[in-house]
């Protein structure tokens, strides 16, 4: 079955960089579109970018310019490298396979904070 599991989370001050990690097994990743979604705390799931399996990709406003989601097939893995980090940004990050959040891991924290 789908399985999903996020790493590189952390703390960081604003501006910092972090690069999340999504190892994917039980499905063809190749061939699947895949998303990262986030939670903040005491908000719902926000949908952050999601990445076509022909390498289309797209950003929610907030992290365009920021954020970069990238792939790496022959491990099958996803990513998501966040640069210039805003407080706003702190959240639980998931990688997903549909914008609502289907089939997401247990999701790994952020927190950018001075």
């Known amino acids: 079955q789908v399985q999903l599991v996020e790493s590189g989370g952390g703390s960081v001050q604003p501006g910092g960089s972090l690069r999340l990690s999504c190892a994917a097994s039980?499905?063809?990743?190749?061939?699947?579109?895949m998303t990262w979604v986030r939670q903040a705390p005491g908000k719902d799931l926000e949908w952050v970018s999601d990445?076509?399996?022909?390498?289309?990709?797209y950003y929610v406003d907030s992290v365009k310019g920021r954020f970069t989601i990238s792939r790496d097939s022959t491990k099958n893995t996803l990513y998501l490298q966040m640069n210039n980090l805003k407080p706003e940004d702190t959240a639980v990050y998931y990688c997903a396979t549909s914008r609502s959040g289907s089939n997401r891991g247990p999701g790994t924290q952020v927190t950018v904070s001075s």
């Open positions: 990445l076509g399996y022909r390498g289309d990709a």
């Open positions: 039980g499905f063809a990743f190749s061939g699947t579109k």
